[in-house]
Protein backbone atom coordinates (compact mmCIF):
# COMPACT_ATOMS: atom_id res chain seq x y z
CA UNK A 1 0.00 0.00 0.00
CA UNK A 2 2.46 2.54 1.19
CA UNK A 3 4.27 1.78 -2.85
CA UNK A 4 1.38 2.84 -4.20
CA UNK A 5 0.90 6.17 -2.34
CA UNK A 6 4.86 6.82 -3.26
CA UNK A 7 4.01 5.96 -6.82
CA UNK A 8 1.46 8.97 -7.02
CA UNK A 9 3.88 12.01 -7.57
CA UNK A 10 2.54 15.38 -8.17
CA UNK A 11 2.70 14.78 -12.09
CA UNK A 12 0.76 11.72 -11.80
CA UNK A 13 -2.23 13.36 -9.52
CA UNK A 14 -2.37 16.25 -12.37
CA UNK A 15 -2.69 14.11 -14.83
CA UNK A 16 -5.19 11.90 -12.72
CA UNK A 17 -7.09 14.61 -11.60
CA UNK A 18 -7.35 17.25 -14.61
CA UNK A 19 -9.74 14.77 -17.16
CA UNK A 20 -12.52 14.98 -14.21
CA UNK A 21 -13.53 18.48 -14.61
CA UNK A 22 -12.98 18.32 -18.94
CA UNK A 23 -15.85 15.77 -18.39
CA UNK A 24 -18.13 17.41 -15.68
CA UNK A 25 -18.03 20.78 -17.07
CA UNK A 26 -18.81 19.91 -20.86
CA UNK A 27 -21.79 17.81 -19.81
CA UNK A 28 -22.69 20.38 -17.61
CA UNK A 29 -22.84 22.94 -20.67
CA UNK A 30 -24.57 20.40 -22.44
CA UNK A 31 -27.27 20.25 -19.74
CA UNK A 32 -27.58 23.80 -19.74
CA UNK A 33 -27.80 23.65 -23.33
CA UNK A 34 -30.98 20.64 -23.12
CA UNK A 35 -32.11 23.13 -20.38
CA UNK A 36 -33.34 25.43 -23.32
CA UNK A 37 -34.20 23.12 -25.98
CA UNK A 38 -36.15 20.60 -23.98
CA UNK A 39 -37.68 23.63 -20.83
CA UNK A 40 -37.00 20.65 -18.37
CA UNK A 41 -35.51 22.15 -14.66
CA UNK A 42 -33.48 18.83 -14.45
CA UNK A 43 -31.17 19.85 -17.17
CA UNK A 44 -30.64 23.36 -15.66
CA UNK A 45 -30.20 21.71 -12.08
CA UNK A 46 -27.90 18.70 -13.27
CA UNK A 47 -25.84 22.48 -15.22
CA UNK A 48 -25.75 24.05 -11.50
CA UNK A 49 -24.44 20.88 -9.89
CA UNK A 50 -21.81 19.95 -12.73
CA UNK A 51 -20.56 23.19 -13.13
CA UNK A 52 -20.13 23.43 -9.23
CA UNK A 53 -18.42 20.20 -9.26
CA UNK A 54 -16.15 21.02 -12.27
CA UNK A 55 -15.21 23.96 -10.66
CA UNK A 56 -13.73 22.35 -7.67
CA UNK A 57 -12.12 20.14 -10.23
CA UNK A 58 -10.28 22.84 -11.46
CA UNK A 59 -9.03 23.94 -8.56
CA UNK A 60 -7.90 20.85 -7.51
CA UNK A 61 -6.16 20.14 -11.23
CA UNK A 62 -4.83 23.66 -11.22
CA UNK A 63 -2.87 23.14 -7.54
CA UNK A 64 -1.70 19.82 -8.83
CA UNK A 65 -0.50 20.97 -12.08
CA UNK A 66 1.43 23.89 -10.17
CA UNK A 67 3.31 21.58 -8.20
CA UNK A 68 4.01 18.73 -11.42
CA UNK A 69 5.32 21.84 -12.98
CA UNK A 70 8.24 23.00 -10.42
CA UNK A 71 11.34 22.54 -11.99
CA UNK A 72 9.76 22.49 -15.86
CA UNK A 73 9.92 26.90 -16.19
CA UNK A 74 13.82 26.28 -17.66
CA UNK A 75 14.52 24.47 -20.79
CA UNK A 76 13.31 23.45 -24.01
CA UNK A 77 9.62 23.52 -22.83
CA UNK A 78 9.60 26.89 -20.88
CA UNK A 79 7.34 28.80 -23.17
CA UNK A 80 4.98 25.88 -23.72
CA UNK A 81 4.86 25.45 -19.94
CA UNK A 82 3.88 28.81 -19.49
CA UNK A 83 1.47 28.96 -22.19
CA UNK A 84 0.03 26.33 -20.65
CA UNK A 85 -0.21 27.41 -17.23
CA UNK A 86 -1.39 30.71 -18.35
CA UNK A 87 -4.22 29.63 -19.62
CA UNK A 88 -4.39 27.31 -16.75
CA UNK A 89 -4.83 30.55 -14.93
CA UNK A 90 -7.40 32.20 -17.23
CA UNK A 91 -9.85 28.67 -16.51
CA UNK A 92 -9.98 28.59 -13.22
CA UNK A 93 -10.55 31.82 -12.99
CA UNK A 94 -13.15 31.92 -15.66
CA UNK A 95 -14.59 28.87 -14.01
CA UNK A 96 -14.77 30.12 -10.62
CA UNK A 97 -16.67 33.63 -11.66
CA UNK A 98 -19.10 31.86 -13.58
CA UNK A 99 -19.59 29.31 -10.80
CA UNK A 100 -20.45 32.53 -8.79
CA UNK A 101 -22.54 33.84 -11.53
CA UNK A 102 -24.68 31.15 -10.95
CA UNK A 103 -24.62 30.67 -7.14
CA UNK A 104 -25.72 34.30 -7.07
CA UNK A 105 -28.82 33.98 -9.57
CA UNK A 106 -29.62 30.78 -7.77
CA UNK A 107 -29.29 32.21 -4.41
CA UNK A 108 -31.22 35.39 -5.33
CA UNK A 109 -33.77 33.76 -7.60
CA UNK A 110 -33.01 36.05 -10.40
CA UNK A 111 -35.27 35.18 -13.65
CA UNK A 112 -34.47 37.62 -16.17
CA UNK A 113 -34.17 36.08 -19.46
CA UNK A 114 -30.52 38.38 -20.06
CA UNK A 115 -29.10 36.92 -17.13
CA UNK A 116 -29.59 33.14 -17.97
CA UNK A 117 -28.42 34.09 -21.64
CA UNK A 118 -25.00 35.85 -20.01
CA UNK A 119 -24.59 32.39 -17.97
CA UNK A 120 -24.52 30.18 -20.85
CA UNK A 121 -22.34 32.56 -22.81
CA UNK A 122 -19.78 32.63 -19.78
CA UNK A 123 -20.16 29.03 -19.98
CA UNK A 124 -19.55 28.51 -23.36
CA UNK A 125 -16.36 30.66 -22.40
CA UNK A 126 -15.39 28.22 -19.73
CA UNK A 127 -15.56 25.12 -22.36
CA UNK A 128 -13.63 27.31 -24.75
CA UNK A 129 -11.08 28.13 -22.24
CA UNK A 130 -10.78 24.32 -20.90
CA UNK A 131 -10.27 22.91 -24.77
CA UNK A 132 -7.25 24.82 -24.92
CA UNK A 133 -5.61 24.38 -21.99
CA UNK A 134 -6.03 20.60 -22.78
CA UNK A 135 -4.92 21.10 -26.04
CA UNK A 136 -1.82 23.01 -24.81
CA UNK A 137 -1.39 20.54 -21.85
CA UNK A 138 -1.50 17.40 -23.95
CA UNK A 139 1.09 19.15 -26.00
CA UNK A 140 3.18 19.56 -23.24
CA UNK A 141 3.14 15.71 -22.93
CA UNK A 142 2.73 14.45 -26.68
CA UNK A 143 4.93 17.11 -28.42
CA UNK A 144 7.58 18.05 -25.86
CA UNK A 145 7.40 14.56 -23.32
CA UNK A 146 6.64 16.60 -20.35
CA UNK A 147 6.07 14.43 -17.10
CA UNK A 148 7.07 11.07 -19.25
CA UNK A 149 9.47 8.56 -17.59
CA UNK A 150 10.78 6.60 -19.99
CA UNK A 151 11.48 3.25 -17.78
CA UNK A 152 12.00 -0.09 -19.91
CA UNK A 153 11.78 -3.48 -18.59
CA UNK A 154 15.32 -5.11 -18.02
CA UNK A 155 14.34 -7.89 -21.09
CA UNK A 156 17.60 -9.65 -20.18
CA UNK A 157 16.15 -11.47 -17.47
CA UNK A 158 12.62 -12.36 -18.16
CA UNK A 159 10.65 -12.65 -15.12
CA UNK A 160 12.55 -10.23 -13.02
CA UNK A 161 10.86 -7.32 -11.85
CA UNK A 162 13.48 -4.70 -10.49
CA UNK A 163 10.65 -2.25 -9.37
CA UNK A 164 10.22 -5.43 -6.28
Do not use: C
Not at 9 to 18: E, I, K, N, P
Amino acid sequence: MLKIIIMISATHLHAMAVHFPIALLITGFLSELASFIFKRSFFRQAAFYLLLLGTLGTIVSYLAGNAAGKGMEEGAMAKAMELHEQAATITVWLTGFTAAVYVAVAFFKFQKNWARLAGVILFAAVIAAIARTGYLGGQLVYKHGAGVELALPDFSNPGIDKDE
